[in-house]
């Protein structure tokens, strides 16, 4: 018997089974795993349980107990939180709210305001102002010293007052207390390679089972939809690929509980499958794996699960922990099956929002309709929206004027985990904005507005990369606690000893957690997932191609380069202790590319280049690429245009040149021309 069927016997839950087998000794990490014969005895005796009990008399006294630890902790937490609406409403609002015996302090804060803080007459406070040899009226603005003095006098606690800003409603994080908890549907995104079948996936998922579907709704098209099986739903981001996941993303948005990924069973696992578990694992998210086309007569899924082993994605029957299914997309097939797997993950991922409270979550796609105006796709992710919300999205605002949800049927509220497509909003917000519902129109308007002025700044900080430079003073500020590198080199040797090395360093507080690694030349998807995963690249022996390098410098991705392995982890380990103080740092000048080559007894290879970028200077260095590796680097021993010696060359000329002691350039290298230039001391 599996985990979870006995936990659906004894109605407990799978996660509290998990834990018993495992104080039991038992090295059981999912659901999906078996309980043996004589660890079944043992765990019934653990749980005092026998066969033939349907509803334990240990999962009441366990929920007992754990109700009223559960209920301790909302105590403390609602003392501690005004309730979410009310600090929405009241902006800015001070955090700590607990009324007894506490002074806020604020710049500015007057007789008048201290004395209806202790709840005492001012003219009380003026007399005591007196006794401590300050004449002062009621009006008069008081310094923290004074405050304090005060504060001791009437046995008060002084704390400053924190003034929440609003217009970040990504940081405004509201705790909800427990019971207001309740259990939501999971999102889930799907995403493999090119052709292995997500969008026939998500079309045989959203036919098979649409809700509502008998009520006459037609599917439309609006970035989300939902599903139901068993009485429980599941929304779908109806965006296949990885794409949007990506760009959602680097908006600092966190949208997705489950990723499937999907592999054909006639071709196994490519590029875009291991980039797909490299988002999904970066944004340590639970992985499903979909063995697709299990009706091709080639369908060979033993071979699809041995090549994911190298990923960690072990499945159950071999020992690990991942879920997969088989099915077909195109027949219909096991689509059921991957339902109940997304139900039962979704479980162990206790997936909670308060509905009770205004909605809040993110945009998923958003357009520009004729008719309409704009016509927004929202995922509402806490709380509930509700036609007539004024609503602040990204820098835009607005009031629900109308919602429709996947099927285009109109309705009139929206829980968590819902997408929905509203109208009613002023401009086209972008995919991975935010929103928030606020309590009326002039306060969404003057949200909006304040977010909209200081757009750069917000802008500057959602998508602020992490830069070498500056991660020190990142680290100290607390924004980065680990660091999360690319690591790609010319070899799998090369590799495996920069990962062996990088994971020594050993600078307290920071963990270097490497996203991804491999061998080959820089790619642009390597740029992507940095830039969603706030990540530096690091390429040893190798180089970007020229689209990637702009690229990184539009997501303000940093790519270190390095021939040196030593090199690459003393400059991490600097940067982390805020000692990098390079004094030369590499500049390249240009780059040009073999057409010809021509072998001259003294000489050497004499390569006839054409210059396409930059221009190549006399006296510089060079590197050698060979299909985005590095084969060589050294001098530029001499440069010609023609038959004369040439001090530089521009882009789009002729040239010939030699490299000092290497002969072996071949048509097709790329020439990469770099000086070292000294850096200004900071
Ligand atoms: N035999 C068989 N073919 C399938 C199955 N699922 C998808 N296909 C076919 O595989 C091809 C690609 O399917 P898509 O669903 O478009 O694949 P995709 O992953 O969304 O592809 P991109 O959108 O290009 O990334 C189509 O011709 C499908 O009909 C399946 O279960 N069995």
């Known amino acids: 018997m599996r985990i979870h069927e006995f936990s659906k016997k004894f109605n407990m839950n799978n996660k509290k089974i998990i834990e018993k087998m495992n104080e039991l000794g038992y090295e059981t990490k999912s659901h999906m795993s078996d309980i043996k014969e004589e660890a079944y005895t043992l765990l019934l005796e653990a749980l005092d349980l026998d066969a033939s009990q349907e509803d334990p008399y240990w999962e009441s006294e366990y929920e007992k107990d754990h109700n009223k630890s559960k209920k301790k902790k909302a105590n403390q937490k609602k003392s501690k939180n005004k309730n979410a609406e009310e600090r929405i409403s009241n902006i800015p609002v001070t955090e700590e709210i607990e009324k007894e015996n506490v002074i806020y302090f604020k710049e500015d804060l007057t007789v008048g305001q201290l004395a209806e803080q202790i709840e005492k007459p001012a003219s009380d406070v003026i007399k005591t102002l007196m006794q401590l040899g300050i004449m002062a009226s009621i009006n008069h603005s008081l310094d923290r010293d004074t405050v304090e003095l005060i504060g001791e006098e009437a046995g008060f606690e002084v704390k400053d007052e924190v003034v929440t800003d609003a217009t970040k409603f990504e940081d405004f994080v509201i705790e909800d207390s427990d019971e207001d908890l309740q259990e939501r549907p999971p999102v889930v995104t799907i995403m493999g390679h090119v052709d292995h079948g997500k ?36 929304t779908f981001i109806d965006t296949p690929g990885h794409a949007a996941f990506t760009e959602m993303r680097a908006r600092g948005a966190k949208v997705t509980d489950l990723v499937i990924i999907v592999v054909a069973a006639d071709d196994g696992v490519m590029p875009q499958t291991r980039e797909a578990i490299d988002h999904a694992k970066a944004a340590e998210c639970p992985i499903i794996v979909a063995i697709n ?131 009613g909003i002023h401009e086209v917000p972008l995919a991975g904005d935010p929103f928030m519902v606020f309590s009326d129109d002039k306060e969404a308007r003057k949200i909006a507005e304040a977010r909209e002025s200081n757009v750069k700044r917000e802008e500057q900080k959602t998508t602020k990369a992490v830069s070498l430079d500056d991660l020190f003073a990142q680290i100290q500020e607390g ?47 390597d740029v992507s997932l940095a830039a969603a995963s706030n990540a530096i690249i690091i390429g040893f022996n190798v180089r970007p191609t020229g689209k990637t390098r702009e690229l990184a410098r539009e997501e303000g991705v940093e790519i270190r380069l390095h021939t040196i392995i030593y090199k690459v982890t003393e400059e991490i380990e600097s940067a982390m202790k805020g000692m990098l103080d390079p004094e030369f740092e590499e500049k390249v000048i240009g780059q040009a590319e073999v057409r010809d080559t021509f072998k001259v007894s003294r000489v050497g290879t004499i390569a006839g280049c054409m210059v396409i970028d930059g221009k190549i200077q006399r006296n510089s260095k060079v590197r050698v690429i060979r299909e985005g590796v590095i084969v060589y680097e050294g001098e530029l021993s001499t440069l010609k245009r023609f038959k ?34 000294e850096i200004e001391a900071k």
């Not at 499945?315 to 690990?320: A, K, N």
């Not at 099915?327 to 979704?346: F, H, P, T």
């Not at 000893?497 to 600078?507: C, F, P, R, S, T």
């Not at 004369?644 to 350039?665: R, S």
């Open 644 to 677: 004369d010696d040439a001090k530089e060359v521009a882009q789009g000329y002729e040239c010939g040149l030699t490299v000092e002691n290497y002969n072996d350039l071949k048509v097709g290298d790329i020439i990469e021309v770099y000086i070292m230039e």
């Open 479 to 525: 924004e980065i606690k680990e660091l999360n590198l690319i690591v790609k080199a010319d070899v799998q040797g090369s590799v495996e000893a920069l990962k062996g090395a990088l994971h020594k360093i050993d600078v307290e507080g920071v963990k270097v957690n490497i996203i991804r690694s491999g061998a080959g030349a820089i790619a642009e998807t």
């Open 199 to 234: 969008t026939t996936l998500l079309d045989a998922i959203r036919h098979s089972r649409v809700v509502n579907s008998e009520a006459g709704g037609i599917t439309q098209h609006i970035g989300a939809y939902q599903v139901e099986k068993d009485g429980k739903k599941i």
């Open 293 to 423: 086309k299990m009706d091709k007569p080639t369908a060979n899924p033993d071979r699809v699960m041995q090549e994911l082993t190298e990923y960690n994605l072990i499945p159950e029957e071999w020992g690990g922990n991942t879920v997969f299914v088989k099915v077909s997309a195109l027949k219909g097939e096991g689509i059921d099956e991957c339902l109940d797997m997304i139900n039962l993950a979704a479980e162990m991922e206790e997936l909670k929002a308060n509905p009770k409270r205004l909605a809040s979550g993110t945009v998923v796609e958003a357009k520009l309709d004729k008719g309409r105006g704009t016509v927004a796709t929202i995922l509402v992710q806490n709380g509930t929206l509700r036609i007539g919300d004024a609503i602040v999205i990204g820098k835009t605002y607005g009031r629900v004027r109308a919602m429709a949800n996947d099927i285009n049927q109109e309705v009139k509220e929206a829980g968590p985990s819902t997408p929905v497509e509203i109208i």
